[in-house]
Nanobody, 119 residues
Framework: QVQLVESGGGSVQAGGSLRLSCTAA?????MAWFRQAPGKKREGVAR???????NYADSVKGRFTISQDNAKNTVYLEMNSLKPEDTAMYYC????????????????WGQGTQVTVSS
């Protein structure tokens, strides 16, 4: 079991920044951030392997940065130049195998943290 605890959501104006954190109770090979806006499907945002390989959704490239502190089993999502369309519930997910955008392959999920961007 990998328990995940997220923090760092909030409300900001467009152009602002937020930093999300996700701490896992035990190590996982892949940790990822997904988001889900009301009425929309959950979508991948960023992912990182324990080796440091990262991938981003096209919609956030150049604005979001995923990083990690392996010693703390913690992954961060630095979000800059936020847009109203970034408004969503953000979820941390983990799996023991390689990273993927396929939601069904992630066995472990956090409770979610809300990000709201106003125009």
């Amino acid at each position: 079991q990998v328990q995940l605890v997220e923090s760092g959501g909030g409300s900001v104006q467009a152009g602002g920044s937020l930093r999300l954190s996700c701490t896992a109770a035990t190590a996982a090979y892949c940790m990822a951030w997904f988001r889900q806006a009301p009425g929309k499907k959950r979508e991948g945002v960023a992912r990182i392997t324990r080796d440091g390989i990262t991938n981003y959704a096209d919609s956030v490239k150049g604005r979001f940065t995923i990083s990690q502190d392996n010693a703390k089993n913690t992954v961060y999502l630095e979000m800059n130049s936020l847009k109203p369309e970034d408004t969503a519930m953000y979820y941390c997910a983990a799996r023991h195998d390689g990273c993927t955008w396929s939601i069904g392959y992630y066995s472990y999920w956090g409770q979610g943290t809300q990000v709201t961007v106003s125009s």
